[in-house]
């Protein structure tokens, strides 16, 4: 059974530091595609970032580059977001994602999904 749980969220000032982390299990981890989405209240969800397989490419939603960093360790089947600089209309339930051999920000393209973790950054 594949499972995808995310860890890392919570409660942060305006202009800090978050990192969150997705841990694999039941897949063969190096052979899928990691990316991130989150949603916030009312709002559609949106694609955050993404990792090949590798690790050797990423790719980050223009809201978010420079601030976010996204990375892997397929010896560990985990995938880390770490999220600086952040900002109230970062607040959402942020999900991570696998794909198979997948590496983009169409959501439709990942197989399995997280449960999410909720980022709160007040002002």
């Known amino acids: 059974q594949v499972q995808l749980v995310e860890s890392g969220g919570g409660l942060v000032q305006a202009g800090g530091s978050l990192g969150l982390s997705c841990a694999a299990s039941?897949?063969?981890?190096?052979?899928?595609?990691v990316g991130w989405f989150r949603q916030a209240p009312g709002k559609e969800r949106e694609f955050v970032a993404a990792i090949s397989r590798s690790g050797s490419r990423t790719m980050y939603a223009d809201s978010v580059k420079g601030r976010f960093t996204l990375s892997r360790d397929n010896t560990k089947n985990t995938v880390s977001l770490q999220m600086n600089s952040l900002k109230p209309e970062d607040t959402a339930v942020y999900y991570c994602a696998a794909g198979y051999y997948v590496y983009g920000l169409d959501p439709r393209s990942y197989n399995y999904w997280g449960q999410g973790t909720q980022v709160t950054v007040s002002s």
């Open positions: 039941g897949l063969s981890f190096k052979n899928y595609g």
